[in-house]
């Protein structure tokens, strides 16, 4: 079965400033994909960032992007010019690439907290 | 953008009742998921069907079912409701069963 972990639990950025959340995961599959999902207070889950296992090409969305150590089965998020709004707690997740096993596996979770 | 759409939004009944929970998915969307989030933790996957047949199945308790209908919405059936089913559920959708699942905003369910 495959496990994510996120080891750090709580998280905190100066606003403007650049963070990197951790994940590490693991697996036997080659074909995989990998999300960020953020929570806010709200509760509601808002997908952040994609990165299929086959690209060697970090994802990048805006201010968002990732670091994707395949070999290390590494994961990382980095926030750039972090703003308020980018308070929430973040969820790494693993899906296989097989049509029959599209369930998510979510770590544990960071709490980012942004200070003004 | 429509997104998906869960009802109730809350829920509070008491233990040994049953309870519906109801998910609408994005419109062209025929995959549905449902997770469960307890307090303080990751949601955990339960069930998920596509093209109204079940796909997978995780965590879900005898005691709970669901089904998709031909309109592709679902519905999570919970009976002999116990304490620690008080959780946020989650439906999430996608189109097929490779592509990214967006969630709604979830049913928080309270069992006293």
């Known amino acids: 079965a495959q496990t994510v972990t996120q080891s750090q639990p709580e998280m905190s950025v100066q606003e403007a400033e650049t963070v990197t959340l951790s994940c590490t995961y693991d697996?036997?599959?080659?074909?995989?994909?990998l999300f960020w999902y953020k929570q806010p207070p709200s509760r509601q889950m808002i997908l952040v960032i994609r990165?299929?296992?086959?690209?060697?090409q970090n994802a990048t969305e805006n201010r968002f992007s990732v670091n994707f150590q395949k070999a290390a089965k590494s994961f990382s998020l980095k926030i750039s010019d972090s703003q308020l709004g980018d308070a929430a707690m973040y969820f790494c997740?693993?899906?296989?690439?097989?049509?029959?096993?599209?369930?998510?596996?979510f770590g544990e979770g960071t709490q980012l907290t942004v200070n003004p | 953008a429509a997104g998906v759409i869960q009802s109730p939004r809350h829920l509070i009944k008491e233990k040994r009742e049953t309870a519906t929970l109801k998910c609408y998915p994005i419109?062209?969307?025929?995959?549905v998921y449902w997770y469960q989030q307890g307090p303080g933790q990751d949601p955990q996957f339960l069930i998920s069907?596509?093209?109204?047949?079940?796909?997978d199945k995780g965590s879900i308790p005898d005691r709970f079912s669901a089904q998709q209908f031909s309109d592709y919405h679902s519905e999570l059936n919970m009976s002999s409701l116990e304490l620690g089913d008080s959780a946020l559920y989650f439906c999430?959708?996608?189109?097929?069963?490779?592509?990214?699942?967006?969630f709604g905003p979830g049913t928080r369910l309270t069992v006293t």
């Open positions: 999430a959708s996608s189109i097929g069963t490779r592509y990214e699942q967006y």
């Open positions: 697996t036997s599959e080659s074909d995989y994909y």
């Open positions: 990165q299929e296992a086959y690209k060697q």
């Open positions: 997740a693993y899906r296989s690439g097989r049509t029959s096993g599209s369930r998510l596996t």
């Open positions: 419109p062209r969307h025929d995959t």
């Open positions: 069907f596509y093209e109204k047949m079940q796909s």
